[in-house]
């Protein structure tokens, strides 16, 4: 493990000796998705330069290499979630992952009407809109448990939402748009409690929390390699081995079976089951390369970096006057992730104003409607923080908000 040094991690990612527009890029815009150290740009290369084949198949050198390699990846992106290779199904990202859980649950004639299923009302879409077709299609009713006022769950709603009806309960680790940790143990303890299954939304704390998801007691959780400084294209679903032997494919074809006759086929067991056709290799093996590039640095070190940043980014909009935080509390841990609205000045001209200065921003609903109109909105401006990220960044993305309201004359 190094010592962590923020000025040694910026030198391995090639993208933040951008300017944009004269200015060094600032970019706080991880949360949607992150910058590639050079260990994974070249671990990619890498293989398509020297191992590319399709795996699990064929007699050749090439391809024994690619499967191991292949398979070296989902032993390391395993142990990075605190969990057995088995357990570990590559998918092209949470929304595919999401999309296989409330598939997978449909076909198996898993809900039927009468039941429920609950989420929170903090959800990005992703976890939301497969559990409304779920719902759609089994007669299923889907509720939600209440965000507070000040962005954190409302715990004695959940406590009364969670019930006999209730099937499945899917929430976010940590909102996309309100940083907040939500309380994993209290969540599944209630789920738990009436035989419901629990599916953790671990893309935005995968990037900045240790994770150990047999540990969390959850049952399935999915994230996005993407967020965690791998490629695009590739994610995983974690689940308990019972509950992904309980599920039926989603998808279906080519390296998932193990005898098809026209009439029939039977499949392989999990993972395998639920990887029909030719998978992301060259983007698991840079994923891998992403895990391992992430657990080269002292954990509790980076953590403490970015909980400083969480910090000086919270307090230095609080002072700014007509900024409203969204999530904006003490009570409960969070990451670097802050979203906002500068009152009299719409999001996007927030985000063009930031722009012309470097600093790289989101604006929009973060594909999170329900949220956004939960606090009478339909958009704010979002930034995000990383490993990479820089007290001095945090300061110029300040000092550039400070400057909002008064270029768009909004002051008096
Ligand atoms: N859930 C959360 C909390 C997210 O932040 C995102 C990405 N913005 C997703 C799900 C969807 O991830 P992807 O687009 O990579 O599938």
Redesign the pocket.
């Known amino acids: 493990t190094l010592p962590f040094d923020v000025d040694a991690v910026r030198a391995d990612f090639p993208i933040l000796e951008t300017e944009v527009d004269g200015h060094p890029l600032v970019y706080l815009d991880s ?2 998705t992150s910058q590639k150290p050079r260990a994974v740009l070249d671990a990619e290369r890498d293989f398509l330069e020297r191992a590319n084949s399709a795996v699990h198949r064929g007699a050749h050198t090439l391809a024994a290499e690619a499967t191991e390699l292949f398979e070296d990846a989902r032993v390391t992106v395993a142990e990075f979630v605190g969990a057995e290779p088995e357990q570990l199904v590559w998918t092209s ?4 992952g999401l999309n296989l859980v409330a598939g997978s649950l449909g076909y198996a004639g898993r809900l039927r009407e009468g039941d429920e299923i609950v989420v929170t009302e903090a959800e ?1 879409h ?2 939301l809109i497969p559990w409304q077709e779920l719902a759609a299609r089994t007669g299923a009713r889907l509720r939600h448990i209440p965000v507070l006022h000040d962005g954190t769950l409302d715990m004695r709603a959940a406590a009364d939402l969670i019930g006999a009806r209730t099937k499945v309960v899917a929430f ?1 680790h940590v ?2 748009v309100l940083g907040i940790v939500n309380p994993v143990a209290k969540l599944v303890t209630l789920a738990r409690g009436v035989g419901a299954l629990t599916v953790l ?1 671990a ?2 704390s995968a990037p900045h929390l240790a994770l150990d998801l047999p540990a969390s007691g959850v049952d399935l959780a999915v994230f ?1 390699g ?2 965690i400084h791998g490629p695009y294209g590739i ?1 995983a679903l974690w689940g308990r081995d019972e509950v992904l032997e309980s599920l039926p494919p989603f998808t279906t074809g080519g390296s998932m079976i193990t005898t098809v006759t026209l009439d029939e086929a039977e499949y392989l067991p999990p993972p395998q089951r639920f990887e029909a056709g030719t998978q992301p290799v060259s983007q698991a093996v840079a994923l891998a390369a992403a895990v391992r590039w992430l657990g080269e640095h002292d954990v509790d070190a980076a953590r403490a970096h970015e909980a400083e940043l969480e910090k000086r980014m919270r307090e230095g909009l609080r002072s700014i006057a007509g900024i409203r935080l969204l999530g904006d509390t003490d009570a409960a841990e969070r990451v670097a992730l802050q979203a906002f609205e500068v009152e009299g000045v719409h999001a996007h001209d927030v985000g063009q104003f930031l722009d012309a200065r470097g600093v790289a921003v989101r604006v929009g609903h ?2 999170a409607q329900p949220l956004h109109r939960r606090f009478g909105m339909t958009a704010s401006v979002r930034a995000s923080a990383a490993i990479h990220t820089t007290e001095a960044e945090v300061d110029t993305f300040l000092d550039a908000v400070a400057g909002v309201r008064g270029f768009f004359g909004v002051d008096a």
Do not use: E, R, V
Not at 93 to 96: I, K, W, Y
């Open positions: 949360a949607a990202g949470a929304t595919a990005h992703a976890n976010p909102s996309n939304d893309c935005q996005s993407h967020k994610g973060h594909c």
